[in-house]
């Protein structure tokens, strides 16, 4: 079965860093593109930042500059270096494969596998 287990956020005045991480089991990892989301308050969901196998990566314009996706195939872990932290970024992580060459909505029932997610939280 498909598991994702988020963690590594916790609450930082703006400007600092967080690191997020995601391990995943249940599926082939190394052919695996991934996805990072966020669920803000008031439930506005994105997708901030994804990585396809071939290695190249996206970034919601919001987080361009600032946030870091990589994948370690070794651990079935990707990450989510957060520098420069705004109180916008203030948010649930979740984290997902892609699905079928693009990547599920934030949060999408469909995929019946969504972690626990990881509260990150930014004050000013």
């Known amino acids: 079965e498909v598991q994702l287990v988020e963690s590594g956020g916790g609450s930082v005045q703006a400007g600092g860093s967080l690191r997020l991480s995601c391990t995943a089991s249940?599926?082939?990892?190394?052919?695996?593109?991934m996805g990072w989301y966020r669920q803000a308050p008031g439930n506005v969901c994105e997708l901030v930042s994804t990585m396809r196998t071939d290695g190249s990566t996206s970034y919601v314009d919001s987080v361009k500059g600032r946030f870091t996706i990589s994948q370690d195939n070794a651990k079935n872990t990707v990450y989510l270096q957060m520098n420069s932290l705004k109180p916008e970024d203030t948010a649930v992580y979740y984290c997902?494969?892609?699905?079928?060459?693009?990547?599920?909505?934030?949060?999408?029932?469909?995929?019946?596998?969504w972690g626990q997610g990881t509260q990150v939280t930014v004050s000013s």
């Open positions: 997902a494969p892609g699905a079928g060459g693009g990547w599920y909505a934030c949060l999408d029932p469909t995929f019946g596998y």
């Open positions: 249940g599926f082939t990892f190394d052919d695996s593109s």
